[in-house]
C-alpha cells in the first residue's frame, strides 16, 4: 500500500472476510506484526482504523459517499461497499463487445461505472473506473475464473488523493468466515449487518 501524504509504502500481509451482501473485515498486518489498517464495512455503517495515524473514523451509507467531515471522503468504503455487497450493480446505460472483450458504462446512484472485462494470465482482467462525486477510483483484478485461487491480484487507485494498494492472494479459506469477523469491533460483540 503506497500512502498518498508521504508517500510512504507499507509493505504487510492481511486477511479479508466478506459476508456476500452483507458485510465485509480487512485487517492489514505490518512487519513488526502491528495493526496498519482495520476496516469494518457493511451495507448501513463503516469503520476504518489506522493505527499507526491515530485514526479511528467511523460513519454510515450517507458519509460513505459523501465523505463530510470526518467522513470517508479519502477512504476506498464506497468503491469497497459496492464491489463486496453490489458488484455490477446499477443501470445498464451503455456496452459493446470489442475485438479483446466487453466493455460497459452502469449508473449506480451518483456514480459511473466503467466496467471492461478481458482475459489475462490467470483467467478474466476486469478493469473498473468508478467516478462519484468528482472523485475517480480504479480497480484492476486479474484471477480465476470461478473463484478467487492463490496467485489472483488486485491493484486499487484513488485518483483523487494517490492511495494505492497491491494485493496478491496467497491462500483462500475452504470454510465461510467466523460471524464473529463481522462483528462492530466496538460494539462489544454484535453482528451488525
Request: aromatic content about 6%.
Amino acid at each position: 500500500m503506497r500512502e498518498p501524504r508521504t508517500g510512504r509504502v507499507v509493505d504487510g500481509r492481511g486477511a479479508i472476510a466478506v459476508a456476500p451482501g452483507r458485510a465485509m473485515r480487512m485487517v492489514l498486518v505490518g512487519g513488526a506484526g502491528g495493526t496498519m489498517l482495520d476496516a469494518w464495512i457493511t451495507a448501513a455503517q463503516w469503520r476504518v482504523a489506522i493505527p499507526p495515524a491515530g485514526q479511528l473514523r467511523r460513519g454510515d451509507g450517507v458519509e460513505a459517499e459523501l465523505g463530510d467531515g470526518g467522513g470517508a471522503r479519502d477512504l476506498p468504503v464506497g468503491f469497497l461497499r459496492w464491489l463486496f455487497f453490489t458488484p455490477l450493480q446499477g443501470t445498464l446505460f451503455a456496452g459493446t463487445q470489442e475485438q479483446d472483450g466487453l466493455s460497459f458504462l452502469l449508473r449506480d446512484g451518483d456514480a459511473v461505472l466503467e466496467v471492461r472485462l478481458r482475459s489475462c494470465d490467470r483467467g478474466q482482467l476486469s478493469i473498473i473506473t468508478r467516478r462519484s462525486r468528482g472523485r475517480v477510483e480504479r480497480l484492476e483484478e486479474c484471477r480465476a475464473p470461478s473463484s478467487p485461487q492463490p496467485g489472483d491480484w488486485v491493484t486499487y487507485r484513488d485518483d483523487s488523493n494517490g492511495l494505492r494498494c497491491d494485493l496478491a492472494i496467497e491462500s483462500v479459506a475452504s470454510e465461510s468466515p467466523d460471524d464473529i469477523a463481522f462483528r462492530d469491533p466496538d460494539a462489544g460483540g454484535e453482528v451488525v449487518y
